[in-house]
């Protein structure tokens, strides 16, 4: 599995720029986890540290409405990303993330083992970050559009 990850790693965006030996720094330090479906991954409201990856399955972004009911914003599914934000603070999540198919596979990359190999490699953390204030710009960007009324 960790070979899956590796090959998705290496087509998702925010790891862009890396070279080969810094993606296996970055397998070397994810960890798996499965879930059914239905099965919660991240709760609202909750602090969050990791950023995930989903290598097999479906994950629904829920989204808290006007009436305090949670719907399903967006789906999101193999070599998508989620929790990236929890690399930058140590906020709340502001989403809840279910898992829509039977084994859900995701890793999960955390903040602490995350910091400590930018620490040890200043390229890498470099990469990720500037690719995620990117990423982080265009949906920001994208938002403003959105808001601005303009077609």
Excluded: W
Aim: charged share 20%; with cysteine; hydrophobic share 50%.
């Amino acid at each position: 599995m960790m070979h899956d990850l590796r090959a998705l790693m290496v087509q998702i965006e925010l790891f862009r720029g890396l070279t080969e030996a810094q993606i296996d720094k970055l397998v070397a330090i994810s960890q798996r986890e499965v879930y059914p479906a239905n099965a919660t991954i991240l709760n609202h409201n909750m602090p969050g540290d990791n950023l995930y990856i989903i290598v097999s399955g479906e994950v629904a972004v829920l989204k808290r409405g006007a009436a305090g009911q949670f719907y399903p914003a967006l789906y999101l599914g193999e070599g998508q990303i989620f929790g990236e934000v929890a690399l930058l603070d140590q906020g709340t999540r502001s989403a809840a993330i279910t898992a829509v198919q039977a084994d859900t596979v995701v890793y999960a990359l955390g903040r602490q083992a995350f910091d400590a190999l930018c620490q040890s490699d200043l390229a890498l953390g470099f990469h990720v970050m500037r690719n995620l204030a990117l990423d982080l710009a265009f949906k920001l960007r994208h938002r403003n559009y959105d808001m601005s009324g303009d077609v």
